[in-house]
């Protein structure tokens, strides 16, 4: 009986010895699967960590990569063409979480790295409009996919002028006239900023070209004749495969009015009747004896100015006070030269059309930029000539005659960017010359050079070659118009460049350029430029979406 | 008897179990560290290179024929160094040299739309696009861990 006890009792130990055991392995299974369970977790939350911020480094590299693509493209006469469009491209199928379509945007990614992003430009932060290629600001969204993993930014982006690029850039290189860029003998161009040439130069005997950055452009179909040691000094030298191209007058007057199905003949009849000829012209008023410009002094030039801008203009100006003090009557006495009474033409901020400039230098013309509206009182803005074609028989256009321009108050120098001069007439020059012999209305010798404080563009025919996508090359502009011929910005100053150059503080953008003389190409940024045609884009606020 | 044998089987299995899942659990936590430091370093590596801008970050060499620029190195003592690698231990911290090192990163750059000088020389224009691609490894066999990739642009993000 003892003996049966005993082996109960022993059975019974070690049966609560297994459970114990059992009871042990199972929270000790529990507590292990728990820390595996957190661990796994833990690692797939540390990858996606991480993807998540490789992945919003890739949607960044999105924006600029766009950024780029709009500056490639700004030449492009379709405006489907000038950004990434917030469409879904054909064969798509990666869908953004939440959304029930397609990817929108130009998939692209970067070479040794893998995922993609898809980029596009528009109008609105949503993305339903694309951009238009004008307003601005306007706004980039990029979305990238790392492994699974998406993230999306969005830029609000300012367009950026092309006047504040280059110092000059001459992009007329074509396969019947490759010269871009002619200097006539005993010539000098000094350009202060940047240099971007297409094609080739014609550097005439005794001739110099300076600049501190000469870019020799289209190397992909020019290797000789450009910018070389030889020709050029004041800086470095290099060269792009890719040509510059920029948009025509015509595009961007499209632009502007909003009429891409507009030819150039309807672009510039547009812009005849958008200006401000016969309501932005001013002078002094005939009874003021300040010559201070302001509302009290000057007033409306009744009539305005037409679209032929020539000496005869100023004639119904009022005379700038001060001027005409002596006459010829007192010519006779020796100490005292006669004087003329200048007459003074103002522009007030706007548009302005011309078919034809014709100004001679004259003692008693005077013609002032007021982008400041002193004389209206209205608001300061952008003054903007329109040189255009009328059909036949046009001629070169000439500016002899010095432009004043006037500073914003307590500034020592104007704004160049708020003058702009548009030559549009292909085959044609615009001549700005200082002339030599000119006398001031006292009859004293004007001496130094004449400055022309803006922004010129003369581009009516792109270059026969574009850039590729990434613009590492260039390929055959598929919209080569062999009936034109581009335009010429043709700068004329004296030999000695003491004597007086012509000198343009800004930019200058032009098919061709001809410097005869000295001609100085002085860059300035500038500061105003928000009608200005698009270079490009910078970013001005970011968020993540 | 053979009660108490089974139990201590099964407390072996178990742990055997727990010894195996602890060295899994440290490993996999020193996995999970190692991935956030690189993204860390990564990232701190692609900042600066946008803190100096597009057209300040040093160029190298152009290739006629991808017509691309190319700059490897990295962001050592302050300064892009060409042809360098920079090393950190597994906090996270910088060091001058690989003694100690537990990452090493390197940088590519790769530049699209340059201003081709002479030779293989080049410099970037407004226009230019530079690819970053920084690249965190394990010193000790020199496993990538994470590459991280931007580009940047002038007036871009």
């Known amino acids: 009986m003892k003996q049966n006890h005993f082996r109960t009792t022993r059975r019974r130990e070690a049966g609560a010895a297994l459970i114990t055991v059992l009871l042990i392995s199972v929270a000790t299974a529990m507590l292990l699967g728990a820390s595996l369970l957190v661990t796994l977790s833990s690692s797939k939350l540390g990858w996606k960590q991480a993807r998540t911020e490789s992945a919003l480094q890739l949607a960044n590299a999105g924006i600029n990569s766009e950024l780029q693509y709009i500056a490639l493209n700004q030449a492009q006469t379709n405006v489907a063409l000038r950004s990434s469009q917030p469409t879904i491209a054909s064969g798509q199928t990666y869908t953004y979480p939440g959304e029930s379509t397609a990817i929108k945007g130009r998939q692209g990614s970067i070479p040794g790295f893998s995922g993609y992003f898809f980029v596009y430009s528009s109008n609105d932060a949503a993305g339903s409009t694309a951009w238009d290629g004008v307003t601005s600001p306007f706004y980039i969204t990029s979305s990238a996919l790392i492994n699974g993993v998406w993230q999306r930014v969005q830029v609000s982006t300012q367009a950026s002028s092309l006047f504040n690029d280059w110092g000059i850039n001459i992009p007329g290189s074509y396969g019947d006239n490759p010269v871009t860029t002619t200097c006539d003998a005993n010539g000098s161009i000094v350009v202060t900023g940047a240099a971007g040439i297409n094609g080739q130069v014609s550097v005439g005997k005794g001739c110099t070209v300076q600049t501190p950055h000469g870019v020799n452009g289209n190397g992909c179909t020019y290797s000789s004749g450009q910018l070389t040691g030889s020709n050029t000094t004041g800086g470095d030298l290099v060269s792009t495969k890719a040509p510059f191209c920029f948009p025509t007058c015509g595009d961007v007057i499209r632009r502007a009015c909003g009429h891409p199905e507009y030819s150039d003949n309807d672009c510039y009849s547009w812009q005849s009747s958008h200006c401000n000829n016969s309501n932005g012209c001013y002078t002094y008023k005939s009874n003021t004896n300040d010559a201070t410009i302001n509302t009290s002094n000057c007033t409306k030039l009744t009539g305005g100015c037409g679209t032929t801008l020539s000496n005869s203009c100023f004639t119904s100006c009022g005379t700038h006070p001060g001027t005409y003090t002596s006459s010829g009557y007192y010519y006779w006495w020796w100490w005292q030269n006669p004087t003329v009474a200048v007459q003074t033409l103002i522009f007030e901020p706007g548009d302005y059309y011309f078919n034809s400039v014709q100004l001679a230098y004259s003692a008693s013309c005077e013609c002032i930029i007021d982008s400041q509206a002193y004389a209206s009182g209205g608001t300061p803005g952008q003054v903007r000539f329109w040189i255009c074609p009328t059909g036949s028989g046009d001629t070169d256009d000439n500016i002899s005659l010095p432009i004043t321009h006037l500073p914003a108050s307590g500034q020592s120098a104007p704004d160049c960017g708020l003058f702009r001069i548009y030559c549009c007439k292909d085959s044609h020059a615009c001549n700005f010359t200082r002339p030599s012999g000119c006398n001031d209305w006292q009859g004293n010798a004007v001496s130094g050079d004449f400055e022309y404080h803006c922004g010129l563009y003369a581009c009516t025919r792109k270059p026969d070659q574009i850039p590729t996508a990434d613009g590492t090359d260039c390929q055959t502009n598929p919209n080569i118009d062999t009936t034109k011929h581009g335009c010429t910005v043709h700068l004329c100053g004296q030999t000695t460049r003491s004597n007086g150059c012509c000198k343009i503080t800004g930019s200058c953008i032009s098919d061709k350029l001809q410097c005869t003389g000295g001609c100085t190409l002085n860059y300035k940024a500038s500061v105003t430029c928000g009608n200005d045609p698009c270079s490009g884009a910078k970013c001005i606020s970011w968020c993540k979406k | ?157």
Request: aromatic share 8%; charged share 10%; net charge negative.
């Open chain 2, 1 to 157: 008897m053979l009660e108490a044998i089974i139990a201590l089987l099964i407390l072996s299995v178990a742990v055997v179990a727990m010894f195996t899942s602890w060295s899994t659990t440290f490993k996999q936590s020193k996995v999970i560290t190692e991935v956030t430091q690189s993204e860390q370093i990564d990232r701190a590596v692609l900042e600066t290179a946008k803190a100096f801008g597009a057209l300040n970050l040093p160029t190298g060499t152009y290739n006629s024929t991808s017509q691309l620029g190319t700059w490897t190195g990295a962001y050592t003592s302050g300064a892009w160094t060409s042809g360098a690698t920079a090393y950190y231990d597994f906090s996270g911290n910088q060091l001058s040299s690989s003694t100690g090192a537990y990452f090493s990163v390197s940088v590519t750059i790769t530049d699209a739309n340059v201003q081709v000088g002479t030779g293989t020389s080049y410099t970037v224009q407004n226009s230019t696009l530079r690819s970053i691609v920084a690249t965190a490894s394990r010193v000790s066999d020199g496993t990538v861990i994470l590459p991280m990739a931007t580009n940047i642009i002038a007036g871009g993000m």
